[in-house]
């Protein structure tokens, strides 16, 4: 069984910055691809970033320059360090962590930002 958690979540100011963090445990040793999706009230889930476990990324072009996706292979663990934020980011947040089989979803973390 995996277990995945987003943390870091919480209200910004436009222009402001926030840092998620999620982090994968349980009976899988590691994790291929990690990445960060988002959805709004009234929208469908979109990508935001994700990293390969090589460390090779994709940004969705809303996000590009603005927010950096890292992953720490050690602890399981990938970032999503937000800066510059816009009030069309403001969402809930889901992290994932890809095994040989399957997909695994955190809950997700809610992301405002006030205008």
């Known amino acids: 069984q995996v277990q995945v958690v987003e943390s870091g979540g919480g209200l910004a100011q436009t222009g402001g910055s926030l840092r998620l963090s999620c982090v994968a445990s349980g009976s899988i040793f590691s994790f291929n691809a990690r990445g960060w999706y988002r959805q709004a009230p009234g929208k469908q889930r979109e990508l935001v970033a994700t990293?390969?476990?090589?460390?090779?990324?994709i940004s969705a072009d809303s996000v590009k320059g603005r927010f950096t996706i890292s992953r720490d292979n050690a602890k399981n663990a990938v970032y999503l360090q937000m800066n510059s934020l816009k009030p069309e980011d403001t969402a809930v947040y889901y992290c994932?962590?890809?095994?040989?089989?399957?997909?695994?979803w955190g809950r997700g973390t809610q992301v405002t930002v006030s205008s």
């Open positions: 994932y962590a890809d095994s040989e089989f399957s997909r695994y």
């Open positions: 990293i390969s476990s090589g460390g090779m990324t």
